[in-house]
């Protein structure tokens, strides 16, 4: 690809999405300033005057902000090129100026009296066209419930990180249910096929059908409202939202209306069989791939308008039917030509995760297949897992295709203290260097949000810089200091220990997905292994509380001393397990009885107790969000359900089994803890009987329990109970000077 073939591809993008009326800018600047009364309120909220001009960006077209005023003069003065570019603008005050911080878990924003000044006009323009946020799976592991409330706060936050480019997902059920309907299917055939709504993230994306479903009415009329509540919102910042389009998945009842249409059935995916997966992939040369591509564009688009940008994942985690390259780019022209069909500036958005899972199916004559088969410029690819496995590497910059560099992070959205920090801070600009790079932006891509804060705040200011932090260790400590509003020689001490141990992973053993023992079902054969040296972890812990006297009212304090303390517990739990084992094996029943005794009646219910004491780790408010997006009591009880598949066995015997784990009270009291009591019960019993362990039938008798958890509807606590500092510090007296004495 020509160098000059690439600018015209990037310029192409440049202009895609960008209003240009005066009346966009007064309507993007407006929307600034209510955020900002929902931010701080509306008395500070007037102490800063917001503007959007286009032309503050250079012609590059780059989002650019500018700050002024401040101290004696009474306005902070923030202009942006867009509402986006303003917010961001707004956050970099609060942050840089006024040492505020603005997280999911909990906000410090107190301003100093009066607002400090900026003392010489500060302009700053991103290095790329794009921020993006989001993955098909994050709709699914955490924005599944949430209602308008919830989504005004995401947005928001959104906005503050500057982030302009994000996926829309929510209500597009409703128009393919006006699709089939107009083909011809019946109700009860689209009820079978859609899965239900926390299920709904592989449905889109071809890997799932009926799995959890079918969705109620009142569920389309509800996610349609919010649909356009979002749609509205991100773009009154500016922002571009992403709609889907067809990837050629079709419900297997298309066959009973068109019989001669030509599909392919895919192979199964996730353990699941061919009840709920082996989804039908309609044939690109079929005349029914544009037919029915374009209806659903044409009435999606026609609902709720469009920005020109569309997400399609057609080959997500499944093999295609042939590695044909002639059959790949026909297969990849088709999903294109039946957006451009509708609309003529359409741009796609492919999740580039595809390359990188299957490896060996997708070598350079298939990735050059897909990736030639769009004109150039009209393919947006993200390379999802940007930091740990990037693929613009080896395939010349997606061959000069534009992409975003994505960190992606967290798998599921476990719990659990993570971060490749190093490669995250310097991904973006080697990615920028790269030779002939068509790198366009920067993302975030979460399967869940909700945890480890501190990366996602370092990955925002990326999109921002053209050059890495140059010294993260001053960098956290600043991160730390905003967080909790002031400086504090204790939570220095003990962020830095985090960042050099649980957030400095690299290699082998590195992971943004919890495998600990607590979480996981137990066996012979777990490992215990970590890419960190766990000292580090019980250091930061007591240094924590060191400064609980100074911080206990701080909310983000408190939370991250939970957070702290159940990391600990996660590191004590593998190392009783490994104590479990170990006299198990020996046939030491003293000690297996001492070890298994201490685990399941005093470790685990100490942590969920100390989970209990926060909002943000309640396994009732979880469930009580599901709950909420109902209209009546059998719906209610059918969301909970879903919600509790979602987070154990995540399909009906287990197929995904543990995968997007949380660290709950209520689910560690009721759901790891039993099995873990099953499992030392039974260790116990086969060494009094000297009978084997079996862990095939350790599986079949633990599913009960599994699944008896799923099905149960007991309710339990959204009000936290009891003091975090109090219980953390419990958990600490009681385990830590064993630890320290090497005598757990
Ligand atoms: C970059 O693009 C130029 C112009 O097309 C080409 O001559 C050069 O070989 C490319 N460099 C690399 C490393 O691909
Ligand atoms: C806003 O500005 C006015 C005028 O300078 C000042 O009296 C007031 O204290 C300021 N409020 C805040 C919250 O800064
Ligand atoms: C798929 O699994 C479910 C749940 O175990 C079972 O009820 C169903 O019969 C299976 N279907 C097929 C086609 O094997
Ligand atoms: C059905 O589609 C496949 C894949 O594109 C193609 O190889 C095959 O020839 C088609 N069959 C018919 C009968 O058109
Ligand atoms: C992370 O680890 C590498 C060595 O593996 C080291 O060079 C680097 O300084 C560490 N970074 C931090 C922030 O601790
Ligand atoms: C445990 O995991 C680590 C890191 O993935 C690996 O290096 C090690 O070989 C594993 N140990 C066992 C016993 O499987
Ligand atoms: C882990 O850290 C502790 C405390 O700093 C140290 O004594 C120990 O040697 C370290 N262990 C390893 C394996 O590096």
């Not at 685990?599 to 209990?612: F, I, K, N, R, T």
Request: charged share 15%; glycine share 8%; net charge negative.
């Amino acid at each position: 690809m020509e160098a000059v073939t690439v600018a015209a591809a990037l310029g192409f993008l440049l202009l895609a999405g960008a209003g240009n009326s005066a009346g966009d800018e007064a309507r993007e600047a407006a929307a600034v300033r209510a955020l900002l009364v929902r931010l701080l309120g509306s008395g500070p909220a007037a102490n800063f005057s917001v503007t959007v001009k286009r032309s503050l960006a250079a012609e590059s077209g780059l989002d650019t902000y500018r700050l002024s005023g401040g101290g004696a003069e009474a306005q902070v003065r923030v202009t942006g090129s867009t509402g986006v570019a303003a917010a961001a603008g707004l956050y970099r005050y609060l942050r840089d100026f006024c040492g505020c911080h603005v997280a999911w878990s909990s906000s410090q924003l107190h301003l100093p009296q009066p607002l400090p000044a900026v003392p010489q006009e500060l302009t700053e323009a991103t290095p790329n066209r794009y921020r993006y946020y989001q993955n098909v799976c994050t709709q699914s592991y955490s924005f599944v419930w949430w209602d308008w409330a919830r989504w005004e706060q995401e947005i928001d936050w959104m906005a503050l990180n500057g982030i302009n480019l994000a996926l829309a997902w929510s209500g597009q059920e409703a128009i393919w249910q006006r699709v089939y309907l107009a083909l011809g299917l019946t109700q009860s055939e689209i009820n079978e096929y859609f899965t239900g709504p926390a299920f709904l993230a592989w449905e889109r994306m071809g890997n799932l059908h009926s799995w959890g479903g079918p969705l109620p009415r009142s569920w389309h009329l509800k996610q349609l409202y919010l649909q356009h509540q979002i749609l509205d919102r991100m773009r009154s910042f500016g922002m571009i939202p992403v709609l889907p389009a067809f990837a050629g998945h079709v419900p297997k009842a298309i066959t009973r209306v068109f019989p001669l249409v030509n599909v392919t059935q895919m192979g199964s995916w996730g353990h699941f069989n061919c009840s709920y997966s082996c989804s039908f992939l309609l044939a690109p040369g079929d005349p029914m791939f544009p037919i029915i591509g374009s209806l659903f564009l044409r009435e999606l688009t026609k609902e709720f308008g469009t920005d020109h940008i569309y997400g399609a994942d057609t080959f997500n985690e499944m093999q295609p039917p042939s590695s044909e390259p002639a059959y790949l780019a026909a297969a990849t022209a088709a999903v294109y030509q039946a957006m451009t069909t509708v609309d003529p500036e359409a741009v796609w958005l492919l999740q580039g995760w595809l390359f990188q899972h299957q490896p060996q199916f997708w070598g350079p004559a298939q990735i050059g297949a897909v990736l030639g088969a769009v004109p150039c410029g009209r393919l947006l690819v993200l390379d999802l897992f940007a930091e740990t496995q990037p693929v613009y590497t080896r395939t010349a910059s997606f061959q000069g295709q534009p992409f975003i560099w994505c960190m992606l992070h967290n798998f599921g959205g476990n719990h659990g203290l993570f971060g490749t920090l190093e490669a995250v801070n310097q991904g973006p600009a080697v990615a920028r260097l790269f030779p002939n790079s068509t790198m366009v932006g920067t993302g975030m891509a979460p399967e869940g949000i909700g945890q480890n804060e501190m990366v996602y705040a370092l990955m925002a200011e990326l999109g921002w810089r053209k050059d890495p932090i140059p010294d993260l260790r001053a960098w956290v400590t600043n991160f730390a200091d905003r967080r909790y509003g002031g400086h504090q020689q204790g939570t220095e001490a003990a962020w830095r220990l985090l960042l050099r141990s649980v957030y400095n992973c690299s290699g082998e053993a590195c992971s943004g997905h919890n495998r600990s023992p607590l979480v996981k079902r137990p066996s012979l054969q777990m490992n215990t292994t970590v890419w960190y040296n766990r000292s580090d972890v019980f250091e930061a812990w007591r240094l924590l509380l060191t400064t609980a006297p100074t911080l206990a009212t701080t909310p983000a304090f408190r939370y991250d001393l939970l957070d702290v303390t159940r990391q600990a517990a996660q590191e004590l739990v593998s190392l009783y397990y490994e104590e479990v084992r170990t006299a198990y094996l020996n046939k030491e029943l003293v000690h297996l009885l001492r070890a298994g005794g201490v685990l399941v009646y005093e470790l685990l219910p100490a942590l969920d107790e100390v989970l209990a004491s926060d909002h943000h780790f309640l396994l009732g408010s979880w469930l009580e969000q599901a709950r909420m997006a109902a209209v009546s009591e059998a719906e209610a009880h059918f969301f909970e359900q879903n919600s509790r598949y979602q987070l154990t066995l995540w399909g009906p015997v287990g197929n995904i089994l543990d995968y997007a784990n949380k660290q709950f009270a209520g689910l560690v009291a009721d759901y790891y803890t039993p099995r873990w009591q099953l499992f030392v019960g039974t260790l116990v019993e086969s060494l009094v009987q000297d009978v084997p362990f079996q862990q095939h039938q350790f599986d079949k008798d633990v599913f009960q329990l599994e699944q008896a958890f799923v099905l149960s509807t007991k309710r339990y606590p959204s009000q936290p109970q009891g003091d975090t500092v109090d219980l953390a510090k419990k958990l600490f007296l009681k385990y830590y000077p064993q630890w320290v004495a090497g005598s757990l």
